[in-house]
């Protein structure tokens, strides 16, 4: 970790700042290393970087999360060409506990850092630097592309969506690096757990990605924006005061382009780009949608992605943003925050921690309660080959798996570490019987039971 100079810990001041979400929600882990695969080879190897988050402190005013920016699930391979894999980022970001709304000029989305996940990965937006340069008629920016005008970063006229036309370079976890920045553009939530699956790269790859959907459950708190708003997953409450029950939160924007992308959806005359054809469809470019008001609806976002809403973490209410996704769990345009934010742009990266801080240490765990309560799903079953125990929602605590057979013998073991999903075990050599799967933590366990054949 970067040093930190005159950082120390004092005495807890105040019981409130030591309860706020924005302190107490990241995924802490001093000892677990990340990993990742390579092409061709669907064994992950140890990187040897702590995964999530190490330390957290705060002051009055601020938190601070030191982290190396490696999820605790396996990342890569990207098999678009891209040479990178995650690398240690050993970054020091600060959030306001205290976020304000923003009332005057609103501050776009750009490249790069627009967040961070509860694991210490960056949160990007849609862009991917790509856009159409209408003077050549061609894209810029990007590998392989010529400069864009204005250089990298700046706005053009059409700007490539990274979601759709990076497809086939997102791990199963749907992320990827950019110069070793592990980031997700999306809901870090594995393409194999939608309920139509759009890539097929976790059919090698294993991996599975911060939380896993839960529809009967509002979705976990999985990051902040750089404003110091709140980013849940996909589902909420149907109302902003908590009632109505649980809905899938449904993002504003709509697509409207015509075929000649001659106008915004709005009617603005622009610059043309390219024609909607099967290389530019309707959703390359960011401009192709437009937001629309769902009056009375109170399950659709307005313009950021976001409302002023209850959550389990927040009772009382707060700006949130959500990890929109469509009704098969794919990705829904502007998928986390955007196109610009709803509070002052206020966090950022240090160096050092320059004013007196308190360290916090979360000394909870899930209870027996939490454990009997959480979604648990043994696929397949019967098997006879690999079997995968998942775990629905977000898991927050290190989870031993153990396979057993009917006199309560383990068989084999495993650890769901905090922040992933999935365990699996190879039962090819296992004799055909009845076994079960327990699921445990200091605090309470349970069992599942399991054919292999």
């Given at each position: 970790m970067k040093k930190k100079l005159f950082a120390f810990t004092m005495l807890l001041s105040s019981v409130t700042f030591s309860q706020s979400p924005v302190i107490t929600s990241w995924l802490q882990n001093t000892t677990n290393t990340g990993s990742y695969y390579t092409s061709g080879n669907s064994t992950a190897i140890n990187n040897g970087i702590l995964s999530n988050c190490q330390i957290v402190e705060y002051s009055t005013d601020w938190v601070y999360i030191s982290t190396h920016g490696i999820p605790a699930y396996p990342t890569g391979p990207f098999l678009d060409g891209n040479p990178s894999q995650a690398e240690d980022q050993d970054v020091i970001y600060r959030f306001p506990i205290t976020p304000t709304e923003n009332v005057g000029t609103l501050t776009e989305t750009g490249m790069g850092n627009i967040g961070v996940f509860i694991n210490g990965t960056s949160v990007f937006n849609y862009a991917d630097g790509v856009a159409w340069n209408t003077t050549t008629g061609s894209l810029c920016g990007g590998p392989g592309n010529p400069p864009c005008p204005g250089g990298m970063g700046a706005t053009q006229v059409w700007n490539r969506d990274a979601i759709p036309a990076e497809m086939g370079g997102f791990d199963c976890s749907k992320g990827h690096p950019a110069m070793g920045n592990y980031h997700h553009h999306q809901n870090p939530s594995a393409f194999k757990l939608d309920?139509?699956?759009?890539?097929?790269?976790?059919?090698?790859?294993?991996?599975?990605?911060?939380?896993?959907?839960?529809?009967?459950?509002?979705?976990?708190?999985?990051?902040?924006?750089?404003?110091?708003?709140?980013?849940?997953?996909?589902?909420?409450?149907?109302?902003?005061?908590?009632?109505?029950?649980?809905?899938?939160?449904?993002?504003?924007?709509?697509?409207?382009?015509?075929?000649?992308?001659?106008?915004?959806?709005?009617?603005?005359?622009?610059?043309?780009?390219?024609?909607?054809?099967?290389?530019?469809?309707?959703?390359?470019?960011?401009?192709?949608?437009?937001?629309?008001?769902?009056?009375?609806?109170?399950?659709?976002?307005?313009?950021?992605?976001?409302?002023?809403?209850?959550?389990?973490?927040?009772?009382?209410?707060?700006?949130?943003?959500?990890?929109?996704?469509?009704?098969?769990?794919?990705?829904?345009?502007?998928?986390?925050?955007?196109?610009?934010?709803?509070?002052?742009?206020?966090?950022?990266?240090?160096?050092?921690?320059?004013?007196?801080?308190?360290?916090?240490?979360?000394?909870?765990?899930?209870?027996?309660?939490?454990?009997?309560?959480?979604?648990?799903?043994?696929?397949?079953?019967?098997?006879?080959?690999?079997?995968?125990?998942?775990?629905?929602?977000?898991?927050?605590?290190?989870?031993?798996?153990?396979?057993?057979?009917?006199?309560?013998?383990?068989?084999?073991?495993?650890?769901?570490?905090?922040?992933?999903?999935?365990?699996?075990?190879?039962?090819?050599?296992?004799?055909?019987?009845?076994?079960?799967?327990?699921?445990?933590?200091?605090?309470?366990?349970?069992?599942?039971?399991?054919?292999?054949?």
């Amino acid at each position: 970790m970067k040093k930190k100079l005159f950082a120390f810990t004092m005495l807890l001041s105040s019981v409130t700042f030591s309860q706020s979400p924005v302190i107490t929600s990241w995924l802490q882990n001093t000892t677990n290393t990340g990993s990742y695969y390579t092409s061709g080879n669907s064994t992950a190897i140890n990187n040897g970087i702590l995964s999530n988050c190490q330390i957290v402190e705060y002051s009055t005013d601020w938190v601070y999360i030191s982290t190396h920016g490696i999820p605790a699930y396996p990342t890569g391979p990207f098999l678009d060409g891209n040479p990178s894999q995650a690398e240690d980022q050993d970054v020091i970001y600060r959030f306001p506990i205290t976020p304000t709304e923003n009332v005057g000029t609103l501050t776009e989305t750009g490249m790069g850092n627009i967040g961070v996940f509860i694991n210490g990965t960056s949160v990007f937006n849609y862009a991917d630097g790509v856009a159409w340069n209408t003077t050549t008629g061609s894209l810029c920016g990007g590998p392989g592309n010529p400069p864009c005008p204005g250089g990298m970063g700046a706005t053009q006229v059409w700007n490539r969506d990274a979601i759709p036309a990076e497809m086939g370079g997102f791990d199963c976890s749907k992320g990827h690096p950019a110069m070793g920045n592990y980031h997700h553009h999306q809901n870090p939530s594995a393409f194999k757990l939608d309920l139509t699956v759009l890539s097929t790269v976790c059919n090698l790859y294993d991996a599975e990605g911060l939380y896993a959907i839960d529809s009967m459950s509002h979705s976990p708190l999985i990051g902040y924006a750089y404003d110091g708003f709140p980013i849940y997953g996909a589902y909420g409450y149907k109302n902003t005061d908590g009632t109505g029950g649980i809905v899938r939160m449904k993002s504003g924007y709509e697509l409207a382009i015509g075929s000649d992308r001659d106008t915004y959806p709005d009617g603005t005359d622009v610059d043309d780009g390219p024609a909607v054809n099967a290389t530019y469809f309707a959703g390359y470019f960011r401009e192709d949608y437009q937001w629309m008001p769902h009056v009375g609806e109170s399950d659709y976002l307005d313009i950021h992605n976001g409302r002023v809403c209850v959550t389990p973490e927040y009772p009382n209410g707060i700006y949130c943003y959500f990890a929109t996704v469509d009704e098969n769990w794919n990705s829904a345009y502007p998928y986390m925050v955007g196109p610009t934010f709803y509070g002052n742009v206020v966090a950022s990266t240090v160096n050092n921690i320059t004013e007196s801080t308190t360290t916090y240490t979360s000394t909870t765990s899930l209870s027996e309660k939490d454990i009997q309560s959480m979604s648990v799903s043994i696929l397949p079953n019967p098997a006879s080959d690999l079997v995968a125990v998942q775990i629905g929602g977000l898991v927050t605590d290190d989870l031993q798996v153990a396979l057993m057979d009917i006199s309560g013998k383990i068989i084999l073991e495993t650890t769901i570490q905090k922040g992933s999903t999935i365990a699996y075990f190879d039962v090819a050599t296992i004799y055909s019987g009845t076994y079960f799967i327990r699921i445990s933590n200091k605090n309470g366990q349970r069992s599942k039971k399991i054919i292999i054949k």
